[in-house]
């Protein structure tokens, strides 16, 4: 067997020798961008998004704006304490039962039931 020569250049490649680093530093030239995520926010507050709101404006305008508060209401106490009473059962706190009814009305706002 005859032995092989290999430089040090061969494992290296090119940059051993330098060529390509004035390419290398001109795609690195400037300190790295720092880039911040962005959420998209959803529409709280205006009521006007969300997959329900269509329902919710045909029904306020079918039953009335009277009616349709009165029963919303009657919707939003009922569904506060079923989350009162899960609460109790779980022996979760006050202030987690008040965290969990401000989640249920932040997703109301964003799937439009408070339209």
């Given at each position: ?67 349709f ?17 899960f ?29």
């Amino acid at each position: 067997m005859a032995a092989a020569s290999v430089s040090a250049s061969a494992f290296l490649g090119s940059w051993g020798t330098g060529e390509d680093h004035s390419l290398l530093q001109a795609k690195v030239a400037g300190p790295p961008q720092l880039r911040v995520a962005v959420r998209p926010q959803p529409m709280m507050g205006s009521g006007k998004g969300g997959i329900f709101a269509p329902a919710v404006v045909v029904t306020r305008n079918i039953i009335g704006k009277k009616r349709f508060n009165q029963l919303r209401g009657k919707a939003i106490a009922l569904h506060s304490q079923v989350i009162t009473e899960f609460c109790k059962s779980i022996g979760a706190d006050s202030k987690q039962r008040q965290g969990l009814i401000r989640l249920a009305k932040k997703n109301g706002e964003w799937l439009g039931f408070l339209a």
